[in-house]
């Protein structure tokens, strides 16, 4: 554990109502994993084989803290 959430794995991805993609993760939260550079820097996010390539990875859940 982290201060910034337990680490989850990666089960899928969609995309939210604005267009931005969601990382969907083993707990049942998701969480958004933009492209906006500079803040966020995620070029693989934009295409389908990057997104493919991350699926079983991990991202920390700051839902699953709480």
């Not at 990382?23 to 998701?30: P, Y």
């Not at 996010?45 to 990875?57: D, I, N, Y």
């Amino acid at each position: 554990m982290t201060a910034n959430g337990l680490p989850r794995l990666i089960i899928g991805f969609h995309v939210d109502e604005e267009g931005h993609w969601v990382a969907d993760l083993s707990c049942g939260h998701a969480q958004h994993v933009r492209h906006d550079p500079p803040w966020q820097n995620r070029p693989w996010v934009t295409t389908p084989a990057g997104r493919q390539e991350k699926l079983g990875q991990t991202l920390l859940c700051a839902k699953c803290l709480l």
